[in-house]
C-alpha cells in the first residue's frame, strides 16, 4: 500500500537548547533561513507523502501558522511590486488545502504516545514517522530513500532508518541486530534501548525516520512505561516484531541531531555550506574568524 501519510511529532519541550525554547517550539528554530520544521516537511513532500499529520503541544500554535496562508504579508509583498522572488518562496512552501492536520498531545508521555496520539487521523495504513530535529543533508531525501527501499520488499513491513555509529557509544542509542543483508537494507535481527557499553548487537543505530505499519497503535495502546517513565516507541516496536518483520536501511546522506546545541551549530554551517548563494561568503567569514 502506498505510504500517504508522515506524522511529526512537534510537542517536545526542547529542553537541550534552552533558553531558545522558553518560548519557542525548537522545531521553529531556523537552519541558515528557514524552521526545522520546513525542512522536514519539504523531505516528506519530495518522498511523496500526500497528507501532514503534527501532534503538537501548548504553545505550538506558532507551527499551525506557519503553514498557513499570511494574508497581511502575502498582499504587502504584492503591493511593493519587487518581491516576487519572496512571493514564490512562500507559495512553493505552502501545503495544499486539506493537507495538514494537527493533533494534540496533552502530556509529555514520551515519543509512543506523540506516535498513538495520531492513530485516528491515520487510519489502517501504513505511515511514515519523522522527527523534527534530527536533518538529513542529502538528494534524494532519506524519507525518499527508505520508501523507495519499502516498495522493492513487496511485502507488509516496517522499515527503520539506520546510521553507524562509534562502538564506544552504542549505549547512547536504540541499536538493531543485523539479520540477512541485500546492499543497504538488512532485515533486522532484535532491537534494544541504550544497550550497557559492551551489550550491543552492532554499532547500527536506529535515527529518526520511520515507516510502520498501523498495527502498531494497538500494541501502543496498552504499552506500558518505559525509560524515562515515558511511553517509548521503540519498545512498542520490539513488540510489533514478534509478528512482522523489520528492515534497516542505511541511508546516504550527512545526519544532524539540531536538538543539541553543537549538533544546531555544526547544522547551520553544514546547510549554508551546501548552498550555492552562500558557500563563498560563508567561507570567507569563517576563515575571517578563525584568524582572529
Not at 528554530?29 to 525542512?39: A, G, S
Not at 516537511?41 to 499529520?53: C, L, N, T
Request: charge should be neutral; aromatic fraction near 6%.
Amino acid at each position: 500500500m502506498k505510504i500517504r501519510k508522515a506524522v511529526f511529532p512537534v510537542a517536545g519541550l526542547g529542553t537541550r537548547v534552552l533558553p531558545a525554547t522558553k518560548a519557542m517550539p525548537k522545531e521553529m528554530l531556523t537552519i541558515v533561513d528557514k524552521p526545522l520544521i520546513q525542512y522536514v516537511y519539504d523531505e516528506a513532500r519530495e518522498a511523496g507523502i500526500e497528507h501532514f499529520i503534527f501532534v503538537t503541544g501548548r504553545n505550538k500554535g506558532v507551527i499551525e501558522d506557519h503553514f498557513d496562508r499570511m494574508f497581511e504579508l502575502d498582499t504587502t509583498l504584492a503591493a511593493r511590486g519587487n518581491k516576487k522572488a519572496e512571493q514564490d518562496i512562500l507559495a512553493r512552501d505552502q501545503p495544499g488545502a486539506g493537507a495538514t492536520s494537527f493533533t494534540r498531545q496533552q502530556a509529555p508521555l514520551g515519543l509512543g504516545h506523540a506516535v498513538w496520539c495520531a492513530r485516528d487521523i491515520v487510519g489502517d495504513e501504513p505511515f511514515a514517522v519523522v522527527l523534527p530535529d534530527e536533518l538529513v543533508l542529502n538528494t534524494p531525501g532519506c524519507l525518499k530513500q527508505m520508501i523507495e527501499a519499502a516498495n522493492k520488499l513487496g511485502e507488509k513491513s516496517n522499515v527503520l532508518a539506520v546510521e553507524a555509529v562509534p562502538a564506544d557509544m552504542t549505549h547512547q542509542y536504540g541499536i538493531c541486530g543485523v539479520g540477512k543483508r541485500t546492499g543497504k537494507m538488512f532485515e533486522v535481527d532484535g532491537m534494544v534501548e541504550k544497550p550497557p557499553k559492551g551489550t550491543a548487537p552492532s554499532n547500527l543505530s536506529i535515527t529518526g525516520r520511520y515507516i510502520l505499519q498501523p498495527e502498531i497503535f494497538k500494541i501502543l495502546e496498552t504499552q506500558e512505561h518505559g525509560a524515562g517513565g515515558e511511553i517509548q516507541l521503540t519498545d512498542a516496536m520490539i513488540g510489533l516484531a514478534k509478528t512482522q518483520k523489520f528492515y534497516g536501511v542505511e541511508f546516504e546522506g550527512e545526519r544532524h541531531d539540531c536538538g543539541s546545541k553543537p549538533g544546531f551549530l555544526r547544522a547551520n554551517i553544514a546547510f549554508g555550506m551546501a548552498r550555492p548563494d552562500l558557500r563563498d561568503g560563508l567561507r570567507a567569514e569563517m576563515k575571517k574568524y578563525l584568524e582572529k
